[in-house]
C-alpha cells in the first residue's frame, strides 16, 4: 500500500478554501461575459436590420 503523503494532504486543506471559490467567481465572471458578447450580438442584429 502507498504511503499517504502528508505534506499534499496539508496543502489541500489550506488551499481548498481559496481555490473552491476562485474556481466559482471565475466562472461566474465567465458566463457574464459570454452573456454579454452575444447580448451585444444579438443588439447588432436588431439594429442592423
Same mark, same amino acid.
Given at each position: 500500500? !502507498?504511503?499517504?503523503?502528508?505534506?499534499?494532504?496539508? +496543502?489541500?486543506? /489550506?488551499?481548498?478554501? /481559496?481555490?473552491?471559490?476562485?474556481?466559482?467567481?471565475? @466562472? $461566474?465572471?465567465? @458566463?457574464? +461575459?459570454?452573456?454579454?458578447? !452575444?447580448?451585444? +450580438? +444579438?443588439? !447588432?442584429?436588431?439594429? $442592423?436590420?
Amino acid at each position: 500500500m !502507498k504511503k499517504v503523503n502528508y505534506y499534499r494532504v496539508l +496543502q489541500w486543506v /489550506l488551499f481548498s478554501p /481559496l481555490l473552491v471559490p476562485l474556481c466559482i467567481v471565475m @466562472g $461566474a465572471l465567465e @458566463g457574464i +461575459q459570454h452573456t454579454l458578447e !452575444k447580448v451585444i +450580438q +444579438q443588439i !447588432k442584429s436588431d439594429v $442592423a436590420s
